[in-house]
C-alpha cells in the first residue's frame, strides 16, 4: 500500500469514527454545541491542531472544553494500554515532540473500536496525565513505530492511568 493510500485509510477511519462521536458530543454539549477540528479548516484550524485539539466541546454557556481525540482500530484483540506519544518523528535531523509534550488540550478522548464497531471510549483529564506521565514515562515500555517518522510512544497500561489520573469510561455505539 502506498503511503498516499494508509494516509487516505486513516482519513477515513478518522471520518468514519467522527460519526459515531456526533451523537455523544451533541448529548453531553451545552445546548449541543461542538465543532471538529481539521487542518483543512483554514488557519484557525491549523493553529488548533499544531496544539493537539481535535474538538471544542462547549462545556456551559461560559466554558469551552479542548479535546484530542485518540481511535484505535479493532485488530481482534481486546486492549489493556494506552499507547502516548513521546516524539511523533525520531528520524535524526528531523526530530519532533509528540502530543504529550506540545499538546494544549483539556481532556484525552482515547477510545478503542471494538469487534461490532462500537467505541470503548477513556475521556482523561489530559493536563494531570500529562503531569504524572513525564515524572513516570521511564517506567513504561518504549516502542518506536515502523510508519515513514518512526514515532515513539509509550505503552502505559489503563489500570496505572485510572489508579493514577482517573479517567470517565463510555460505551458509543
Not at 55 to 62: A, E, G, V
Not at 106 to 117: E, V
Not at 138 to 148: A, N, R, S
Request: charged share 30%.
Amino acid at each position: 500500500q502506498s503511503e498516499y493510500g494508509a494516509e487516505l485509510g486513516k482519513f477515513q477511519f478518522a471520518e468514519q469514527q467522527r460519526k459515531l462521536l456526533k451523537p455523544f458530543y451533541k448529548k453531553y454539549a451545552y445546548e449541543g454545541r461542538y465543532v471538529f477540528i481539521n487542518k483543512e479548516s483554514g488557519i484557525l484550524g491549523k493553529e488548533l491542531q499544531n496544539r493537539a485539539i481535535d474538538t471544542i466541546f462547549q462545556k456551559d454557556d461560559k466554558k469551552e472544553i479542548y479535546i484530542e481525540e485518540k481511535i484505535v482500530r479493532w485488530k481482534g484483540k481486546k486492549y489493556t494500554a494506552f499507547t502516548l506519544e513521546t516524539q511523533s518523528c525520531t528520524i535524526p535531523g528531523r526530530e519532533k515532540d509528540g502530543w504529550m509534550k506540545y499538546g494544549e488540550f483539556d481532556y484525552l478522548l482515547y477510545g478503542f473500536q471494538q469487534a461490532n464497531q462500537s467505541l470503548e471510549v477513556y475521556i482523561i483529564p489530559f493536563q494531570m496525565l500529562k503531569r504524572w506521565f513525564w515524572q513516570n514515562y521511564k517506567l513504561f515500555p518504549e516502542t518506536i513505530t515502523e510508519q515513514i517518522n518512526k514515532t515513539a510512544c509509550r505503552i502505559i497500561p489503563i489500570s496505572e492511568v485510572k489508579e493514577a489520573v482517573g479517567y470517565k469510561k463510555i460505551k458509543i455505539q
